[in-house]
Nanobody
Framework: QVQLVESGGGLVQPGGSLRLSCAAS????????MNWYRQAPGKQRELVAT???????TYTDSVKGRFTISRDNAKNTVYLQMNSLKPEDTAVYYCNTHLGWGQGTQVTVSS
């Protein structure tokens, strides 16, 4: 049974940082690309970052230079380090692979 469990969300002031984690189980983690998506209120879900099985990364333009996706195959975990956060980064963040979705974790950037 595929499980993706996100953690690390919360309330942060503009300019602050958060690190999201996604613990995976039920499949061979190292064999799959992993993604972080986000969905803001009233908006469509958007792809934020992807990491390949070899560690190659891609980002949506709005987070380039601020967010970093990484993975630890020994821990079956993918991370999203978010720096210089802006109010427009406020959203529910989801971990994803071809096999399924996590439940999401709320990130709120506000003073």
């Amino acid at each position: 049974q595929v499980q993706l469990v996100e953690s690390g969300g919360g309330l942060v002031q503009p300019g602050g940082s958060l690190r999201l984690s996604c613990a995976a189980s039920g499949f061979t983690f190292s064999s799959y690309y992993m993604n972080w998506y986000r969905q803001a209120p009233g908006k469509q879900r958007e792809l934020v970052a992807t990491i390949s099985t070899s560690g190659r990364t891609t980002y949506t333009d709005s987070v380039k230079g601020r967010f970093t996706i990484s993975r630890d195959n020994a821990k079956n975990t993918v991370y999203l380090q978010m720096n210089s956060l802006k109010p427009e980064d406020t959203a529910v963040y989801y971990c994803n692979t071809h096999l399924g979705w996590g439940q999401g974790t709320q990130v709120t950037v506000s003073s």
